[in-house]
């Protein structure tokens, strides 16, 4: 699977330069029809990639700033694990003011997405208190006791209601314009709690001191679950309080 498929939105369709941050993608700047748009080759399943890109095309109608998909010739959303979006203009979040303007617009994310199903192949935090594999995350290549921490912690979120998280709030995918915050990057959007979206810095969301707390060691444990072993996720792992009988 290749970049051969970007014929496939029409004979314009140039590939420009690689754009970095992107990690499980090869994402470039695109010339098509004589504007730069961005492209994105995956190796995410159609299933996968029809919820995500009809999941951008709702936000945007309800006036959310995100990557619009740019359908084919013929009309797919996507075509051999490539997908073409808009490109967006902004900056990183930088002050407070720019953090609350991003914990809104998750929020807005969040309100819009109630009851939307779970991205294909995926898990909640809820559904690992007792399965064990979901995507990313394989619980049985954890050590035990890291397992347990990490089930204690999503425990204290389960029975909250659901959403659609971004899944990736950091800087990188965030772009500020004084008119909007636009939020780039999808791949790791898909139906939890909100908290997750929410561990943003100094608790910008403004979650009282218990949430916030409850809110980051869930999400540490999460990131130490779908990126295990690497050291960044031991590194995680470590910051998940170890289980006590004032901590169930």
Known sequence: MGWEALKDWGPS????????????????????????VVGRLGRRSDADLDWETRLLVFL???GMTVPVPIPTTDG???????VVMSYLEGRPPKTPEDWSRVAAELRKLHALTRDWPQRPGWRSSADLLTESVGTKVDLNQMPTEGVARCRAAWKRLAGRPMCVLHGDPNDRNILITPDAVGLID???????????DLVLPDNAANLPAQAYDI???ASAAWEAAVCWDDDYSKRRLAEVRAI???NP
Do not use: Y
């Open 13 to 36: 369709a140039q590939k420009i330069e690689p754009l970095t941050g992107g990690v499980a993608n090869d994402v470039w700047s695109l010339r098509l029809n004589g504007e730069v």
């Open 60 to 62: 945007r109608g309800k």
């Open 76 to 82: 797919r959303l996507f075509s051999k694990g490539i």
């Open 186 to 196: 999808w791949d790791e959007s898909h139906v939890d709690v909100p908290e997750f």
């Open 215 to 217: 809110a980051q060691q």
């Open 244 to 246: 006590t009988p004032s």
